[in-house]
């Protein structure tokens, strides 16, 4: 949704590595374009394929995110309400939605899944800034089709959904910032890094929190901090094949 802005409204670093090294630098937070009191940012599962209008990616064979899919999306979500002070409410209409879910064969053969932002930023006459951001989130339904298909807390489905929620909520890839020291780039310290180690998460990591935390408390709605416990669901986990990427972009 727009909103008339009157300050910064932009992921910024604050000179802590450990925070900086997943900020998503430049990326328009949700807080900027929710009004004070609710934030409330709106997702949605896609019917039929939508991608931001600058967008060079092909669709390739869009199906709907099954149920246990949706499922996984909406407990992580829930699970990140205490994180950042936001509202997550599930709308019919991914048209209008911020953020939209589907699942396509990604191109590329290594990414399991990937994210998406179209943003619409302008000047208003009376200096103010207005911005109209939306999120896209695909999952893979093909190489990757079984492990995506039954996201469950505990295996590497969900763990990947947890990430590119992380994408929607201002965090980035570490593997792109290149900034974590390399001790702590990992899965056991971020969610947000390619590392893993021998558990699929299902909750965001120390370092996540840190920064989920940052982004959002300077709003003053940030609730009483805090995790949520996931239960680990039953359910195989699958490794990924040998050079296989959680996410791009």
Do not use: C
Request: charged fraction near 15%.
């Amino acid at each position: 949704m727009a909103q008339t802005l009157s300050s910064d409204v932009f992921a910024s670093g604050n000179g802590n590595v450990l925070i900086d090294s997943l900020v998503y630098e430049g990326l328009p937070l949700w807080t900027a374009e929710t009004p004070t009191a609710g934030l409330t940012v709106t997702y949605a599962f896609m019917t039929t394929p939508l991608v931001p209008a600058d967008n060079e990616e092909p669709i390739n064979d869009f199906a709907p995110l099954n149920a246990t899919q949706q499922a996984a999306v909406r407990l992580v979500y829930a699970t990140s309400e205490p994180l950042t002070g936001l509202t997550f409410q599930e709308t019919a209409n991914p048209l209008t939605a911020d953020i939209a879910f589907g699942t396509a064969d990604i191109v590329d053969p290594a990414v399991m899944a990937y994210t998406m932002t179209g943003a619409t930023i302008s000047k208003n006459a009376d200096g103010g800034t207005t911005i109209d951001r939306q999120d896209y989130v695909y999952l893979d339904n093909a190489e990757y089709g079984s492990v995506m298909g039954t996201p469950l807390p505990g295996g590497l489905g969900y763990e990947t959904i947890l990430h590119e929620i992380g994408h929607t909520l201002g965090l980035d890839d570490t593997a792109y910032t290149q900034t974590l020291p390399a001790a702590l780039d990992n899965t056991d310290y971020t969610v947000m890094s390619y590392n893993e180690t021998d558990t699929y998460k299902s909750t965001f990591a120390t370092l996540d929190i840190q920064t989920l935390q940052y982004l959002y408390a300077d709003s003053g709605t940030i609730r009483s901090f805090g995790v949520i416990a996931v239960p680990a669901w039953p359910g195989a986990s699958a490794m990924p094949a040998p050079g296989a990427t959680l996410a791009a972009g």
